[in-house]
């Protein structure tokens, strides 16, 4: 089947504008993860569903970032006023069960560019 | 103290040669460990996973985990040049999230 797909793709916000990135997980499973990475360095931890329940969102850089999975399936991650060191590619992973250590299956990536 | 420490690179390696890639953690909690191959603008794919002390091999890649020195290592041998890219180590942490390293990026020349 599709693997996890990420929307859009890239995004170009001016500051303080609030930016939302939708991730499709694969089909079935119970996790879902955000990260992000900046250039040149390894993604790191935003937050973590487990089916709908927000389990941990101990890596949100601030009150600025919220995300959702209201249905247990899609996710949304929601960036209010943007700043520009929002500015990152948002990956998005997805694995078969809870809090294990299934493999994680990431997406494409949105690139988001603050100006 | 970084929680997961990589040296960046680059690592250059000829075509055919053995590169070792290595990663040492703080969290001796830790259990489970994973690599990631990430191309340049591509997002990671998993390589190996290791869970106990010792050698695991799959392939060209052998993971190498020491739990005492809190070190984990991964070897490719007969390097292709279709393994240049950044190698993501990447522990285990509570809730499954995994904490990355910043990456090694390989070359591997013809």
């Known amino acids: 089947g599709a693997g996890v797909s990420q929307s859009p793709r890239y995004k170009v916000a001016k500051r303080g504008q609030d930016v939302a990135l939708r991730c499709d997980p694969i089909?079935?499973?119970?996790?879902l993860f955000w990260y992000q990475q900046a250039l040149g360095q390894g993604p790191e931890f935003l937050t973590y569903?487990?089916?709908?329940?927000?389990?941990?969102k101990s890596g949100l850089p601030s009150d600025r970032f919220f995300a959702e999975r209201p249905e247990g399936s899609v996710s949304t991650l929601k960036i209010q006023r943007t700043q520009q060191e929002d500015s990152a590619v948002y990956l998005c992973?997805?694995?078969?069960?809870?809090?294990?250590?299934?493999?994680?299956?990431f997406g494409p990536g949105t690139r988001l560019t603050v100006l | 103290q970084k929680e997961v420490e990589q040296n960046s690179g680059p690592l250059s390696v000829p075509e055919g040669a053995i590169a070792s890639l290595n990663c040492t953690y703080s969290?001796?909690?830790?259990?489970?460990f994973f690599w990631y191959r990430q191309y340049s603008g591509k997002s990671p794919e998993l390589i190996m996973s290791?869970?106990?002390?010792g050698d695991k091999e799959d392939g060209r890649f052998t993971a190498q985990l020491n739990k005492a020195s809190q070190y984990v290592s991964l070897l490719i041998r007969d390097s292709q040049p279709s393994d240049s890219a950044t190698y993501l180590c990447?522990?285990?942490?509570?809730?499954?999230?995994?904490?990355f390293g910043q990456g090694t990026t390989l070359q591997v020349k013809p």
């Open positions: 992973a997805s694995s078969l069960t809870g809090g294990g250590a299934d493999t994680q299956y």
């Open positions: 089909s079935g499973h119970v996790s």
């Open positions: 569903f487990q089916n709908e329940a927000q389990l941990d």
């Open positions: 969290d001796r909690g830790s259990q489970s």
């Open positions: 290791i869970y106990s002390n």
């Open positions: 990447a522990p285990l942490g509570n809730t499954g999230k995994l904490i």
